[in-house]
């Protein structure tokens, strides 16, 4: 499945990857998806908001169980973040059938579409529509940089934009979803655990910063003289830093924009975007505040307007704590009964390790990252896994999990799986 799914949408330069929504490498990665579907004899539906389905039993049936993740990047992502858990989510099932499992609940295996956003600016774009989260006209209203609505991409790509909206109906027909995903982060790097349980996702949010000078020639304007939004600017990137670190939160400029974005010529506009995240939303709150007052303050002293808009906003996550505290117990206690970490293999070699051995042996870790699991999390009881990342590095061709640490996802992700449809 890897050699399959890895030349899709990858830059020869940078060796990352270009999986925006509704483009052709979209298109190829659901082209994938869907023929690991029916080569299984699962059922393939896609949904009124895009996303895929794979339905081992009734798609109408209730009470269904339902792992997944996503197969769109960010630009130049990495090669795990969202496929690790598509394809492991295929490789889990392909497990339980070598045990002999028996189901006896429907199964879904999940392609979220757009969860990263890097093509219309907003995250997780599938599952909001599903969850309610994000409406129609909300959805209609969002464009790329080329100004191609979101509506006028789904229908290029053959999915009908009329269609869209909150599906309450589908959700309510699953018991439990788990989404398994790369670490993004060193915490299990750091520790014997080539697996761990997710415990909550942090608050966090993206504001558009705008910044707005007079635009003049670089060589023959005074300083004094000068309304430049490039100076406001790098000053809120500094509040910014200065801010998060103050907190114990994070915040990042990562995108820019610049009006006319000449050499020789004083910007009229910079644009920037602020993605910042915190432990609590009190915590974030007064975070982003500090940098919009920093960013005013600066731009009264410079002569530049700035405005303020929260494009997006997703509150603390606590995934359910039964199910959490469900599938950390399982773990731990089926890792002991196979001694630890360095047992053999998934399927015919036996089954791999996750875990340090012993109660308590796997880890629960909060996340800063946000995730499809945590926009179901109101409607449906969802948990996560996460899988060792020894770089720490996410976001970038360089994030990467080891083939053992992945066999031991697979692993991890088909017990998790037999307890819940197979009991």
Same mark, same amino acid.
């Given at each position: 499945?890897?050699?399959?799914? =890895?030349?899709?949408?990858?830059?020869?330069? &940078?060796?990352?990857?270009?999986?925006?929504?509704?483009?052709?490498?979209?298109?190829?990665?659901?082209?994938?998806?869907?023929?690991?579907?029916? &080569?299984?004899?699962?059922?393939?539906?896609?949904?009124?908001?895009?996303?895929?389905?794979?339905?081992?039993?009734?798609?109408?049936?209730?009470?269904?169980?339902?792992?997944?993740?996503?197969?769109? =990047?960010?630009?130049?992502?990495?090669?795990?973040?969202?496929?690790?858990?598509?394809? &492991?989510?295929?490789?889990?099932?392909? $497990?339980?059938?070598?045990?002999?499992?028996?189901? =006896?609940? #429907?199964?879904?295996?999940?392609?979220?579409?757009?969860?990263?956003?890097?093509?219309?600016?907003? %995250?997780?774009?599938?599952?909001?529509?599903? %969850?309610?989260?994000?409406?129609? $006209?909300?959805?209609?209203?969002?464009?790329?940089?080329?100004?191609?609505?979101?509506?006028?991409?789904?229908?290029?790509?053959?999915?009908? #934009?009329?269609?869209?909206?909150?599906?309450?109906?589908?959700?309510?027909?699953?018991?439990?979803?788990?989404?398994?995903?790369?670490?993004?982060?060193?915490?299990?790097?750091?520790?014997?655990?080539?697996?761990? !349980?997710?415990?909550?996702?942090?608050?966090?949010? @993206?504001?558009?910063?705008?910044?707005?000078?007079?635009?003049?020639?670089?060589?023959?304007?005074?300083?004094?003289?000068?309304?430049?939004?490039?100076?406001?600017?790098?000053?809120?990137?500094?509040?910014?830093?200065?801010?998060?670190?103050?907190?114990?939160?994070?915040?990042?400029?990562?995108?820019?924009?610049?009006?006319?974005?000449?050499?020789?010529?004083?910007? =009229?506009?910079?644009?920037?975007?602020?993605?910042?995240?915190?432990?609590?939303?009190?915590?974030?709150? $007064?975070?982003?505040?500090?940098?919009?007052?920093?960013?005013?303050?600066?731009?009264?002293?410079?002569?530049?307007?700035?405005? !303020?808009?929260?494009?997006?906003?997703?509150?603390?996550?606590?995934?359910?704590?039964?199910?959490?505290?469900?599938?950390?117990?399982?773990?731990?206690?089926?890792?002991?009964?196979?001694?630890?970490?360095?047992?053999?293999?998934?399927?015919?070699?036996?089954?791999?390790?996750?875990?340090?051995?012993?109660?308590?042996?796997?880890?629960?870790?909060?996340?800063?990252?946000?995730?499809?699991?945590?926009?179901?999390?109101?409607?449906?009881?969802?948990?996560?896994?996460?899988? @060792?990342? #020894?770089?720490?590095?996410?976001?970038?061709?360089?994030?990467?999990?080891?083939?053992?640490?992945?066999?031991?996802?697979?692993?991890?992700?088909?017990?998790?799986?037999?307890?819940?449809?197979?009991?």
């Amino acid at each position: 499945m890897w050699r399959e799914l =890895s030349p899709i949408g990858r830059d020869r330069d &940078s060796g990352g990857y270009r999986r925006y929504a509704w483009t052709g490498a979209d298109a190829d990665c659901r082209a994938w998806f869907r023929a690991q579907a029916e &080569s299984r004899g699962l059922t393939h539906e896609v949904d009124r908001n895009g996303n895929q389905w794979a339905w081992l039993g009734d798609p109408a049936g209730r009470d269904a169980v339902v792992t997944g993740s996503h197969l769109d =990047s960010v630009p130049d992502g990495g090669a795990f973040d969202g496929p690790l858990g598509v394809v &492991s989510a295929f490789a889990a099932l392909d $497990e339980l059938r070598a045990r002999g499992a028996e189901f =006896s609940r #429907p199964l879904a295996i999940s392609n979220f579409v757009d969860e990263e956003g890097a093509r219309f600016g907003l %995250a997780c774009v599938g599952s909001r529509l599903t %969850a309610g989260r994000l409406t129609a $006209e909300q959805a209609g209203r969002l464009t790329d940089a080329d100004g191609v609505t979101l509506p006028q991409a789904m229908e290029r790509a053959g999915h009908d #934009p009329e269609a869209v909206g909150a599906d309450p109906e589908r959700l309510g027909r699953i018991a439990a979803f788990v989404e398994l995903h790369v670490e993004q982060g060193r915490a299990l790097a750091e520790g014997p655990h080539p697996v761990g !349980v997710a415990s909550a996702i942090w608050p966090h949010g @993206r504001w558009r910063f705008d910044f707005r000078g007079e635009a003049n020639h670089a060589g023959t304007t005074r300083l004094a003289d000068r309304r430049d939004p490039m100076l406001t600017y790098a000053h809120t990137v500094l509040a910014a830093r200065e801010h998060a670190a103050g907190t114990g939160a994070l915040a990042t400029f990562g995108k820019v924009a610049v009006d006319p974005n000449g050499v020789n010529a004083i910007a =009229s506009l910079v644009r920037g975007w602020l993605d910042s995240r915190a432990a609590d939303e009190e915590t974030l709150a $007064e975070l982003v505040g500090a940098v919009e007052r920093s960013a005013a303050e600066h731009g009264a002293a410079d002569g530049v307007g700035v405005e !303020v808009t929260r494009e997006s906003f997703t509150p603390v996550v606590e995934f359910a704590g039964g199910l959490r505290d469900r599938l950390a117990a399982l773990l731990a206690r089926l890792d002991a009964e196979r001694g630890g970490p360095g047992s053999a293999g998934a399927g015919s070699r036996g089954p791999a390790s996750y875990g340090a051995g012993g109660p308590g042996a796997v880890p629960i870790l909060p996340t800063g990252a946000g995730h499809d699991a945590g926009v179901l999390s109101a409607a449906v009881p969802t948990a996560m896994l996460y899988v @060792r990342n #020894p770089t720490g590095v996410s976001h970038s061709p360089a994030e990467f999990a080891t083939e053992d640490d992945c066999t031991a996802g697979v692993v991890a992700l088909a017990d998790v799986l037999e307890d819940l449809a197979c009991r």
